[in-house]
């Protein structure tokens, strides 16, 4: 059975699994800065057993993991495209696998209530910008989307 982050259509009530608690989603428009997730502690979460204290270590954490870095691909990919590395969206690459990594480290952590779990989703956006035939710009929206998956149970 394969999930469906956008609807919940595969979960019926003969087959018990994990539906969306909650969304967050942060969008990264602006190259130049970091996005970050402000969101408060949802009520879902805290019906899941979600505490304050642990909402804001995942916060600090899931933060820190969406920080611009430059690294070895950042750099290999602004020589080789010989323009600004944003023309391979290697930065948003790379904020996508630590962003993966971030969310298996929690699930394994057994900081998260039973029966929860966190999914990571990037979704990217391609805006062309102009008149007619002619495109004088392009424009990348992305969003890094976090999905707190709970059992039908939990």
Request: negative net charge; aromatic residues 12%; hydrophobic residues 35%.
């Amino acid at each position: 059975m394969e999930d469906n982050l956008v609807n919940n259509e595969h979960n019926t009530a003969y087959i018990p699994g994990p539906y969306i608690a909650c969304a967050m989603h942060v969008n990264y428009t602006d190259n130049s800065s970091n996005p970050t997730y402000s969101h408060e502690l949802p009520q879902e979460l805290v019906n899941l057993g979600i505490t304050t204290d642990l909402w804001h270590q995942f916060i600090n954490e899931a933060n820190e993991e969406l920080k611009f870095r430059w690294g070895p691909n950042i750099i290999l990919s602004l020589f080789l495209c010989c323009i600004p590395i944003f023309c391979c969206n290697q930065y948003n690459k790379d904020i996508a696998h630590r962003m993966e990594i971030f969310c298996e480290k929690w699930n394994s952590s057994g900081r998260l209530p039973n029966g929860v779990s966190i999914r990571y989703d990037i979704q990217i956006k391609k805006f062309h910008i102009g008149g007619g035939d002619v495109v004088r710009a392009t424009d990348l929206d992305t969003w890094h989307n976090l999905f707190f998956m709970a059992n039908s149970n939990a």
